[in-house]
């Protein structure tokens, strides 16, 4: 089994940065690949980022993800956000080698953290 665990969520104002973290462990695998997801209320878990590149086009520019592998953390540095930015931010993990959009592509999956942007 695998654990992640999200951290850095909070309260911060439009245009104000955050940067949250996902510590990784349990069961180790030699290929995976960690993304990021989000949950704004009565909406779709959405991806966000994952791998070392792939964004999504809302997040593009703003958003930057990286992994200290030393420590096990996936980190998403998130500036200029925005009130839509408000959600649920979850990490997710898969085996392979390939960053997938979709939800049900993830094994593991963090308890979430949330993120509020107000205006």
């Known amino acids: 089994q695998v654990q992640l665990v999200e951290s850095g969520g909070g309260l911060v104002q439009a245009g104000g940065s955050l940067r949250l973290s996902c510590a990784a462990s349990?069961?180790?695998?030699?290929?995976?690949?960690m993304a990021w997801f989000r949950q704004a209320p009565g909406k779709e878990r959405e991806f966000v980022a994952g791998?070392?590149?792939v964004y999504a086009d809302s997040v593009k520019g703003r958003f930057t993800i990286s992994r200290d592998n030393a420590k096990n953390l996936e980190y998403l540095q998130m500036n200029a956000l925005k009130p839509e930015d408000t959600a649920v931010y979850y990490c997710?993990?898969?085996?392979?080698?390939?960053?997938?959009?979709?939800?049900?592509?993830?094994?593991?999956w963090g308890q979430g953290t949330q993120v509020t942007v107000s205006s």
């Open positions: 997710a993990l898969r085996q392979g080698v390939t960053t997938k959009f979709g939800i049900h592509e993830y094994d593991y």
């Open positions: 791998g070392s590149t």
């Open positions: 349990g069961r180790t695998f030699s290929v995976y690949v």
